[in-house]
Nanobody
């Protein structure tokens, strides 16, 4: 069993910054990808950023240049540094871990990020 717990969400003004953190615990052996998703009211959940064990990163176009995903394999954590936040970034952000090949996929409970204009 894998447990993911997000933290760091909150309220920030447009142009501000927040850093989200996700701590993984339990049977974390074999986790290949770590990612951040977000879901705003009335919208589908979307992939924001991901990082493989090998350090390959991907970002949705809307956050490129503003968000940075980082991963500490030794500490079993993944973070998302969010700069130059915009109101459209407002959403519940979820941490995700995947073993690939349908061997396991796990979600955190989510943390709210609200950006005021």
């Amino acid at each position: 069993q894998v447990r993911l717990v997000e933290s760091g969400g909150g309220l920030v003004q447009a142009g501000g910054s927040l850093t989200l953190s996700c701590a993984a615990s339990g049977n974390i052996f074999g986790i290949y990808d770590m990612a951040w998703y977000r879901q705003a009211p009335g919208k589908q959940r979307e992939l924001v950023a991901s990082m493989s064990t090998g350090g390959i990163t991907k970002y949705v176009d809307s956050v490129k240049g503003r968000f940075t995903i980082s991963r500490d394999n030794a500490k079993n954590t993944v973070s998302l540094q969010m700069n130059s936040l915009k109101p459209e970034d407002t959403a519940v952000y979820y941490c995700n871990a995947d073993r690939r090949a349908s061997r396991g996929n796990y979600w955190g409970q989510g943390t709210q990020v609200t950006v005021s204009s």
